[in-house]
């Protein structure tokens, strides 16, 4: 059973940056699968904000956050990054890491449904 943990969320004034790390456990190598990072504010839809592909040449943004945020992964280490930079309030959330196996090596998708595997989530909080 393919394990996620997440880390290092925290509270951040505005303009300012943090690292995300999601530790990858269990099942197959972590580069059979596809990974992506997803937000949740209170009262709202959890969305989709990065991914990376099996390869890892493949990556993906939100309109919200391209410019601002970089998704990264060190396979010999079994761990994905989000790098968030030019934090805003509106970036206030719970992030999550998700995994799905797939056999295409260049899938990056960011719709939460398409997902099977999902850590516990930490909270990311901006504010002055």
């Known amino acids: 059973q393919l394990q996620l943990v997440e880390s290092g969320g925290g509270l951040v004034q505005p303009g300012g940056s943090l690292r995300l790390s999601c530790a990858v456990s269990g099942g197959l190598a972590m580069d059979y699968y596809a990974i992506g990072w997803f937000r949740q504010a209170p009262g709202k839809e959890r969305e989709g904000v990065s991914c990376?592909?099996?390869?890892?040449?493949?990556?993906g943004y939100a309109d919200s956050v391209k410019g601002r945020f970089t998704i990264s992964r060190d396979i010999s280490k079994g761990t994905v990054y989000l790098q968030m930079n030019s934090l805003k309030p509106e970036d206030t959330a719970v992030h999550y890491c998700?995994?799905?196996?797939?056999?295409?090596?260049?899938?990056?998708?960011?719709?939460?449904?398409?997902?099977?595997?999902w850590g516990q989530g930490t909270q990311v909080t901006v504010s002055s």
């Open positions: 998700a995994a799905v196996y797939t056999s295409l090596r260049q899938r990056c998708i960011m719709t939460p449904g398409s997902y099977e595997y």
């Open positions: 990376i592909s099996r390869s890892g040449s493949n990556t």
